[in-house]
């Protein structure tokens, strides 16, 4: 349990609370202790000493290996080098390249961190050592994040559902660095923590992440903090609402739909109040109008952006922003029984505007509709931003690298880009103009909930259709179908697995505010 984290070598400073709950002590199974690099370096199961390319390794004081493992070690990106006979505390020095340029990139740091981590595994290690000697200039808290980042999202593993787990030898992370690489590792243990959360719930299986599991998820945050706190809107309640297309969608399910809002409000009052909404379909089969069977588990992770909103408030009570956050997550299941919602139903938003559902399986727009329309009646946010494993379209457009953004407010959306390429989770711009929200109309009811046959852009309609849910209030849609899962290799995440995207996305804008 990581509880009250005590940092030595600096004074604590308000803005980064230091208390943690248990709960990410789940996500991820090291203890990570930051100290200033003065003295002796403790006995350490593994040295690990980052280095850039075409410099020599600096290693600490009493350390000494032999001369061969350091010449032939030339600093590249992602490059290793172990070597075994150390003379001094450490069992085993592991140096790893940061490549070269005048400035060290941020995500080679997350990598190296989680190269790192995973040797550590590989070599039964119980105890490594980061020993960051080198020029930071002022890109050391930059990279410390990165660092702590990379070493929680690299530890992350899901082993519940293994009957005979193999435990973990890794327990103890020390970073020995300068305060203001340190500063920055504390957020990016904060950070990676929430994206860790976030991808446990991705990876877990439907039948154990079911809309009252997201529940439960979001009840068991808002506990880690006094300044955060959780309702959760039944179907009952949803009726009284009026919120005929979010029930719609769950109709054909014995499970029932939830709406979770979660809200934190910072210690000194908050100037912006910005609403994150998170499509949270824990499975996906679509409906009446019912998926091919090839590859229809993955739609698991069609909760991605409920899972991304539940993580980001996970590490945000830490990060303490002074912002006031609202999180609504639509949270349902899209099966099909007797009683499910057919092509051609109308159904009616809270808003009242009524939605032809010509497909099924377009449902990811049916919940976020009322969720949207509930945020901008009754939340009143200064900005809100959803996201969304929306769909297959933005895929083929934009592939597993990249998020889709649009919306009404291109302030709003040049700060989400920024975030992206600050934070290595890119986002790029897709259009909404006037004909693709003149397609969405309806011919029985005011929209359709998919675009005329032939039309194409699907993302983009798929936006249009949303923009009627906002009103003026700016507003970002993130589709994140092709990067919520699935990605290339990082080090820190990749392969047939979650991501956790948007996490630290949301997170790094928040903290601008
Ligand atoms: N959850 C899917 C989108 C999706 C597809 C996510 C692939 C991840 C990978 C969404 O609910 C959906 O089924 N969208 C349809 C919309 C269509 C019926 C207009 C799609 O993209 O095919
Ligand atoms: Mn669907
Ligand atoms: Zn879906």
């Known amino acids: 349990m990581i509880k009250n984290i005590r940092v030595s070598g600096f004074s604590r400073r308000p803005a980064i609370a230091l208390e943690l709950g248990d709960s990410n002590d789940h996500e991820y199974g090291v203890k990570i202790a930051f100290k200033t690099p003065s003295g002796q370096l403790p006995k350490t199961d593994l040295l ?16 000494s290996v032999p001369p061969n493992a350091l ?36 995500d080679t740091v997350r990598r190296a961190a989680a190269i790192a981590v995973q040797k550590a595994e590989k070599t039964d290690a119980a105890s490594a050592t980061f020993w960051i000697d080198l020029a930071l200039g002022k890109q ?19 082993t519940d559902f293994k009957s005979d787990p193999k435990t973990e030898s890794l327990k103890k992370v020390s970073i020995h660095a300068v305060t203001d690489f340190n500063r920055g590792a504390k957020i990016g243990e904060m950070t990676g923590g929430g994206n860790a959360l976030s991808r ?7 039948n154990k992440m079911r809309p009252k599991d997201m529940v439960a998820e979001a009840r068991k945050i808002a506990r880690l903090s006094p300044r955060i706190s959780v309702k959760a809107i039944d179907e009952k309640g949803m009726a009284k609402l009026k919120m005929g297309s979010l029930l719609s969608v769950s109709q054909g399910s014995a499970e029932p739909a939830y709406l979770i809002h979660l809200v934190y409000k910072p210690a000194k009052k908050a100037k912006r109040r910005i609403c994150l909404v ?12 019912i998926k091919p069977s090839a590859r229809m588990d993955e739609m698991k992770y069609d909760m991605s952006g409920g899972a991304a909103v539940l993580g980001t408030f996970h590490s945000l009570a830490a990060l303490n922003p002074d912002v006031e956050v609202h999180g609504l997550v639509p949270t349902s299941e899209n099966l099909l029984n007797g ?21 099924t399986d377009a449902e990811g727009r049916l919940i976020l509709a009322d969720a949207l329309a509930y945020a901008e009646e009754t939340i009143k946010p200064d900005a809100m931003i959803d996201l969304a494993t929306l769909t297959g379209a933005v895929v083929v457009a934009l592939g597993h690298e990249l998020t889709g953004v649009m919306g009404n407010d291109q302030a709003l959306i040049d700060a989400l880009v920024a975030s992206g390429e600050e934070t290595s989770e890119a986002v790029w711009p897709l259009p909404i103009v006037d004909f693709h929200k003149k397609d969405m109309k309806g011919e029985v009811g005011d929209l359709r909930n998919i675009s005329s046959p032939g039309t194409g852009a699907g993302s983009s309609t798929a936006g249009a259709f949303l923009s009627n849910f906002v009103g003026e209030i700016p507003w970002a849609h993130l589709d994140i179908a092709g990067t919520a899962w699935g990605a290339s290799d990082r080090d820190y995440q ?14 790094d804008y928040l903290r601008k505010q």
């Open 140 to 158: 050391a808290a930059e990279l410390g994040q990165a660092l702590g980042e990379g070493i929680v999202m690299g530890a992350y593993r899901l």
């Open 278 to 289: 998170g499509k949270g379909l824990t499975f996906d089969s679509g409906g009446i109008s």
């Open 200 to 206: 446990r719930l991705q990876d877990t299986p439907a």
């Open 494 to 507: 990749g392969g047939p697995k979650g991501t956790g995207v948007g996490v630290r996305l949301l997170l």
């Open 48 to 63: 690990i000493v980052l280095s850039a390319e075409g410099k020599k390794p600096k290693l600490p004081s009493g350390v």
């Open 339 to 359: 009683e499910a919602v057919k092509p051609g139903d109308v159904v009616t938003a809270c808003n009242g505007l009524t939605i032809e559902v010509l497909n």
């Open 71 to 106: 010449k032939s070690f030339g600093g590249e990106s992602r490059e290793t080098r172990f070597a075994d006979a150390v003379e001094g505390p450490a069992a085993r020095v592991l140096l790893i390249g940061l490549g070269k340029g005048k400035k060290i990139d941020p």
